[in-house]
């Protein structure tokens, strides 16, 4: 395409149209009538493809291509033709990462300060992005690019999940992506994922028994949409952002892609970061000086670890590697199906290898149902019952994490983990740049520190683009990230991001000109309980990049004057972006009033509909730690009851009530690894009538049982006990369902193809509290009730 001048003023968005001046006449047949061809918008001439891989919780020691265990030769080959950046840095949690990548901005001043589940009502935690800091996609589309996003989105407040949005937030909506396939949240099953197109919920297009595997269907869509967007609008560049769940827990792959690692694990974490560290050296992706930072004392060693327990634990690391190979074969197909279109040399790819360090959140011990820890209740998955479980461990039947050692050894060489945001470990992830067109000395490292704000002023610069000053009326913030084009062509240019900060949970630092001030103040696996240090008690650590690229040398007490002056420049960083108030509660802020987010449900009740579903845990009335009814009306065939009334939750966690064999039956599943159930001592008959269940807590305290009542038509027809509950969550994708039941099945009676209700269902209702015993509600009073009980 011939290069010419841009005729557009691009600070303004979208770009005012302006009329043309040709001479007005009367007829068309006029020779005098003459109008200028209509152009469409494009970005100006040259502007790049721009494919944005962002893989989940994968630690700088992870990947081959930056010396780890876990086989990545897509990676290899990227970064063979391309740069390694063994310098760029995330925010230490998944959410936060991508609303700063997204928008150039740091993850307070775009409200995520954490993850969503977590946000509070000050502006630096809201999870709510400021119109005034557009996101990069808009931008691009609004200059004439094709955008498509494929995968996690976790930017999405949590009141706003439902399928009623509002979509502001929403990829497809107001994010600037005209395609989006994927899903909301921190994490998905990768076997029976809550799936979205565009904001309209789809389930998979195939079960685990046919093959199906998200990230292989992500992928399928991704090279789907680039393949018809080069044949319709081959002038016209892409932006796709390709985003798959993996590798963040459960850790799911097929079994032939664990087999590759039997045995390769059995050595243990702590041989196995000296042996990454080692190669790390060889590859050249760590200074020659650099030294391995020693194992902190909350880490255990692997020979303190339980002999009983190690073969549970090399089988976790087995299962995540063959996650982290499958998952890298896949970003391959997008990236080959970008070279067969011969668009590949004039493509920016940006493969960044993790969203933050790698995960810590799976106990010491690891987790068959990482839900457990999130729940306070990892002590039900003893040794005995992780041997039990240890060969279903990446199958459909699990939900499964790996142990804490396993994340410090993907680290290596450096300190903590995912969350740890004061310490490399936890925001210092590998970074591939493949851009041919763009790139004189492929093959080669870059070591000036960058950071994941830095990609949209870079992509921006790239494709001739001018930051927009105003977007859709609202005048702009600018961004706060530093293009990284001046790297592409000049290894050995002065880093110009050379002032950071960097905060999570009140895990703290800054860096600046090499020197980074560090305190970490909260262990990111100890969820519930732990004593945490005031903030002004916290212990700082001093580093000087420039001799030490692992953090391995604490100066703070050769340097003082230093120290304090990094301290100073943090508050002031911190005070700047929206940082404070810090905010370490863990517990009271999933409460959405102690919080102070909105929350979608209010009141004691919540009445539904048939054909409701895929509605989060934020989107319905919560029943945990209290008591409870579900009321129904229904009307059963002649042929009898059969199916799902209302059902919350999944496999590995939730309840539903339901009929069986005729009579109706409540199911409270534990984690997946504990089920009471509760049936009708007598069949339902034909006809139009109420059924009804109500859950009596025990009261004393968070998760505990209670006593369960079966009515039928305000009879009592069957009593039973639920002797321990779920406090804090029941899942993080599945959903509740009203007349069926999406994904993965609360009950073993039934599966997802069997669970659509045989009758008809009028409504049903939930009510909240010891004294909702109106075993009957009259059809017609039904909604001045539960508009009463708001």
Known sequence: MPNRPDRHARTMLPIPDRPGSAHTTYDAKDPDTAYPPIEPLLPPDGAPNVLVVLLDDVGFGASSAFGGPCATPVAER??????????????????????????????????????????????GNSSVRPNTKA???MTLKLNGYSTAQFGKCHEVPVWQTSPLGPFDAWPSAGGGFETFYGFIGGENNQW??????????????????????????????????????????????????????ATHAPHHVPQEWIDKYAGR????????????????????????????TARHDEIPAWDDMPDELKPVLARQMEVYAGFLEHTDHHVGRVIDTIADLGVLDNTIVYYIVGDNGASAEGTVNGAFNEMANFNGMAALETPEFMRAKMDEFGSPSSYNHYAVGW?????????????????????????????????????????????VIDLAPTILEAAGLPEPAMVNGVQQSPMEGTSMLYTFRGANEP????????????????????????????????????????????????????????????????????????????????????????????????????????TLVHGNTQLFFPGMGRLSENSVVSIKNKSFSV?????????????????????????????????LKFVYNVLGIQQFSVASESLLSAGTRQVRVEFAYDGGGLAKGGDVTLYDDGKPVGTGRVEVTQPMVFSADETTDIGYESGTTVSSDYTSRTSRFSGKIAWVQIDLGDDVHDHYIDPDERFRIAMARQ
């Open 135 to 137: 996101p990069l996609a």
């Open 78 to 123: 990227l970064a063979a033709n391309g740069l390694r950046y063994n310098r760029f840095h995330t925010t230490a949690l998944c959410a936060p990462t991508r609303q700063a990548l997204l928008t150039g901005r740091n993850h307070h001043s775009v409200g995520m300060g954490s993850i969503t589940e977590t946000a509070t009502s000050a502006p």
């Open 265 to 292: 694990f059995d050595d243990g974490w702590d041989v196995q970061r000296e042996r990454t560290f080692e190669r790390q050296k060889e590859l050249g992706v760590i200074p020659a000086d650099a030294e391995l």
């Open 407 to 451: 994340a410090w050894a993907m680290n290596s060489p450096l300190q903590w983990t995912k969350q740890v945001a004061s310490h490399w470990g936890g925001t210092r992830n590998g970074t591939i740049v493949h851009w041919p067109d763009g790139i004189d000395d492929p093959g080669s490292l870059r070591s000036q520190f960058t950071h």
């Open 631 to 663: 009321t129904a009306e229904v009307t059963i065939p002649d042929t009898g009851a059969e199916g799902v009334i209302i059902a919350q939750g999944g496999r590995f966690g939730g309840w539903t009530f339901f009929a069986r064999d005729g009579r």
């Open 495 to 598: 880093e110009r991001h050379d002032l950071q900060y960097f905060e999570m949970f009140a895990n703290r630092g800054v860096y600046h000109k090499g020197w980074s001030a560090v305190t970490k103040h909260r262990t990111p696996w100890v969820m519930v309980g732990g004593d945490l240090p005031a903030f002004d008690d916290d212990v700082w650590e001093l580093y000087d990049g420039s001799t030490d690229f692992s953090q391995a040398k604490d100066l703070s007490a050769e340097h003082p004057e230093k120290l304090a002056a990094l301290q100073r420049l943090w508050l002031m960083e911190a005070v700047k972006y929206g940082v404070l108030p810090m905010d370490d509660r863990t517990g009271e802020r999933l409460e959405p009033t102690m919080a102070g987010r909105p």
């Open 192 to 245: 029976d994922p809550a799936l979205y197109e565009g904001t309209t919920a789809v389930e998979p297009p195939a079960t685990p028994e046919e093959g199906y595997h998200l990230t292989e269907d992500l992928a399928d869509h991704a090279c789907a949409w680039i393949r018809q967007q080069k044949a319709l609008m081959p002038d016209r560049p892409f932006f796709a952002y390709f985003a798959p769940g």
